[in-house]
């Protein structure tokens, strides 16, 4: 069973920092890529930044130069670095992971999200 598991979240100053983990659990199954999304209350879920097997990674720009994706030497792990967030930022974070399935095709598995709150 691959099962992503975030951690991290919490509440946070404007300008403040805060790194994000997800670790995914399970055997016998290779990571693809893996990405963050986020979903603010009232809002549609958005990717946030994604990396590949290959390492090439994407962002959206509105966290471009604050925040930075990258996965851990065991392959199964993904980290978000937040720096400088704002309160736009707000939202429940989940990790993504896509899995190669035996019938040629891909499978995304998610997390249950950690929230994230910026506010005095």
């Known amino acids: 069973q691959v099962q992503p598991v975030e951690s991290g979240g919490g509440l946070v100053q404007p300008g403040g920092s805060l790194r994000l983990s997800c670790v995914v659990s399970g055997s016998g199954f290779i990571i693809d890529g893996m990405a963050w999304f986020r979903q603010a209350p009232g809002k549609e879920r958005e990717l946030v930044a994604g990396?590949?097997?290959?390492?090439?990674?994407t962002y959206d720009d509105s966290v471009k130069g604050r925040f930075a994706i990258s996965r851990g030497s065991a392959k199964n792990t993904v980290y978000l670095q937040m720096n400088n967030l704002k309160p736009e930022d707000t939202a429940v974070y989940s990790c993504?992971?896509?899995?190669?399935?035996?019938?040629?095709?891909?499978?995304?598995?998610w997390g249950q999200g950690t929230p994230v709150t910026v506010s005095y």
């Open positions: 993504n992971a896509v899995v190669p399935t035996m019938s040629g095709g891909r499978r995304a598995y």
């Open positions: 990396i590949t097997s290959a390492g090439d990674i």
